[in-house]
């Protein structure tokens, strides 16, 4: 009815502002200053549209007509500073992303959308540096938030696969980065994403596929190579750690399966699977007290009957450790048969004899009869059954009667070689004994 009145666009802007629909307020605010170039609130409602959708600068040239029009207007006074600050906001952001300081550009992005809360390119922005600091569902919600107003927005299509494809859901990931490059062809995180996301995909899997085969070698290596394809994919390259650790523990080379479990918990500190293979290698290699410790983070997050059982298992290994080791004591394996500890028992009582270095320094014939009671001991228990299942079941011995103080390694050894005058130690040089056997 009246197409030529300022004030009515500048209304209409206003109530679509209130609506949140800055974009259709944007068109009617320009139009009202057209039509009248001296219209304060007008510039004003451009400037709030502008800023609002992010575009700061054209928001400060807005600010800046209408204190020219008006110079003491403390509205227009104030909306410049908040242009300016966000303009400010955006610089530190850049600048923080190059930096990989994720949460600053979180942090700058949130003081910058209290002014410009229609900005997509911000909540993108934020959307992206929660993905990179593992905050999925915050970062999920920001992108679906925008995709209900465009489902077409091929950067939130983006962060929608980067949010997938960090929680390892990778062919879920694929669809979002082939629909966000549908959307815009030539986005170049979505384009590197998805190739990223796809060379993982297969290498992982021709891993998986080499183990199965009991290909170890060509395991680690895919693993390997997999590893090398994308640093930022924290729960994937987790598992990658993993599976290379275990890689390595059928390779039997424990120590580096210990260090590939840790580096897959150090990305990741909630992954079980990782702090179990880790403590197993713990096990195989003695380090029970670390094994310990990685059972019990193990089962304080998952009390199962068999996560109880292995930190017992654990726990008992470690208390046996330590006591006296009478099988390497004895120099035998621990499933060492009668005869093999008998034959050992023989050696070794004979290598450390005091007779035999009653010749030597006072302290080397102190150490070597503290030897030769080791050895009778470790003998008293193995040779006896009963004894021998209660070390090996972890059992204190000095229960039942079974005091290892009480014992005389000298009546051992006269007993075990045919009792007084069966043995003798006679010189043949200086320092050289043989043994006569009556």
Known sequence: MCPKNASYYGNRAATLMMLGRFR?????????????????????REGKCHLSLGNAMAACRSFQRALELDHKNAQAQQEFKNANAVIEYEKIAETDFEKRDFRKVVFCMDRALEFAPAC??????????????????????????????????ADALYVRGLCLYYEDCIEKAVQFFVQALRMAPDHEKACVACRNAKALKAKKEDGNKAFKEGNYKLAYELYTEALGIDPNNIKTNAKLYCNRGTVNSKLRKLDDAIEDCTNAVKL??????????????YMDTEQYEEAVRDYEKVYQTEKTKEHKQLLKNAQLELKKSKRKDYYKILGVDKNASEDEIKKAYRKRALMHHPDRHSGASA???????????????????????????RYDSGQDLDEEGMNMGDFDANNIFKAFFGGPGGFSFEASGPGNFFFQFG
């Open 24 to 44: 259709e307020a944007l068109g009617d605010a320009q139009q009202s200053v057209r039509l009248d170039d001296s219209f304060v609130r007008g510039h004003l």
């Open 363 to 389: 302290e080397v014939q102190k150490e070597e009869e503290k030897k030769f009671k080791e050895v009778g001991e470790a003998f008293t228990i193995l040779s006896d059954p009963k004894k021998k299942t």
């Open 120 to 153: 997509h390119r911000f909540k993108i922005l934020k959307a992206e540096c929660l993905a990179m600091l593992g905050r999925y569902p915050e970062a999920q919600s920001v992108a679906s938030d925008i995709l209900r107003m465009d489902s077409t927005n």
């Open 268 to 281: 990741d500190d909630t992954y079980i699977k990782a702090y179990l293979r880790r403590a197993q290698c």
